[in-house]
T-cell receptor, first 115, second 116 residues
Framework: AQKVTQAQTEISVVEKEDVTLDCVYETRDTTYYLFWYKQPPSGELVFLIRRNSFDEQNEISGRYSWNFQKSTSSFNFTITASQVVDSAVYFCALSQNFGNEKLTFGTGTRLTIIP | GAVVSQHPSRVICKSGTSVKIECRSLDFQATTMFWYRQFPKQSLMLMATSNEGSKATYEQGVEKDKFLINHASLTLSTLTVTSAHPEDSSFYIC????????????FGPGTRLTVL
């Protein structure tokens, strides 16, 4: 069985601060994919990143960065110099290997950036 | 990028009626579509996986006779909530996956269903 845990239910930070959203996963598959999605108040899920289990390199995209560590089964997401537009619910998700991208979502972290 | 649309975006219906929600992939062919349900302030829960031309695969606990899924073409899947009740009120989100096992899943904007 697969499981994704986002222990942080809600986080509030002041604008321009850095913030890290934690994600811990459980799976018996040796090959799997990890995702982060952003869900703004409008409700539409916005894809942020997909990472396969063989690629442990950290990734940076603008103010966003991701730290994947298989040793701790974690895939954390950091926003640097946060902005009010970053306010949203962020979901971490996990999918099985090939042929079935059925996603298992974490419970989400509601991030509020205070101006 | 790949775009997925849903219609309607919001629907309010009376208890006992049926509601159909459409999910369309606008600029790609989706061999697989997924339907999720999200209750307020909760996570997305997969309801069913729909493959074009075949019967949907439902997750445990999801009533297939209540939530009818049809994936008649490579760009359209429909979810019909039959005999809706207030407890079916939720945010329904579809996603579509292109051909090939390594393709990313793209999500629609969601449909908010309110059953009175």
């Amino acid at each position: 069985a697969q499981k994704v845990t986002q222990a942080q239910t809600e986080i509030s930070v002041v604008e321009k601060e850095d913030v890290t959203l934690d994600c811990v996963y459980e799976t018996r598959d040796t090959t799997y994919y990890l995702f982060w999605y952003k869900q703004p108040p409008s409700g539409e899920l916005v894809f942020l990143i997909r990472r396969n289990s063989f690629d442990e390199q950290n990734e940076i995209s603008g103010r966003y960065s991701w730290n994947f560590q298989k040793s701790t089964s974690s895939f954390n997401f950091t926003i640097t110099a946060s902005q009010v537009v970053d306010s949203a619910v962020y979901f971490c998700a996990l999918s099985q290997n090939f042929g079935n991208e059925k996603l298992t979502f974490g419970t989400g972290t509601r991030l509020t950036i205070i101006p | 990028g790949a775009v997925v649309s849903q219609h309607p975006s919001r629907v309010i219906c009376k208890s006992g009626t049926s509601v159909k929600i459409e999910c369309r992939s606008l600029d790609f062919q989706a061999t697989t579509m997924f339907w999720y349900r999200q209750f307020p302030k909760q996570s997305l829960m997969l309801m069913a996986t729909s493959n074009e031309g075949s019967k949907a695969t439902y997750e445990q606990g999801v009533e297939k006779d209540k939530f009818l899924i049809n994936h008649a073409s490579l760009t359209l899947s429909t979810l019909t909530v039959t005999s809706a009740h207030p407890e079916d009120s939720s945010f329904y989100i579809c996603s579509a996956q292109t051909t090939g096992s390594t393709d990313t899943q793209y999500f629609g904007p969601g449909t908010r269903l309110t059953v009175l």
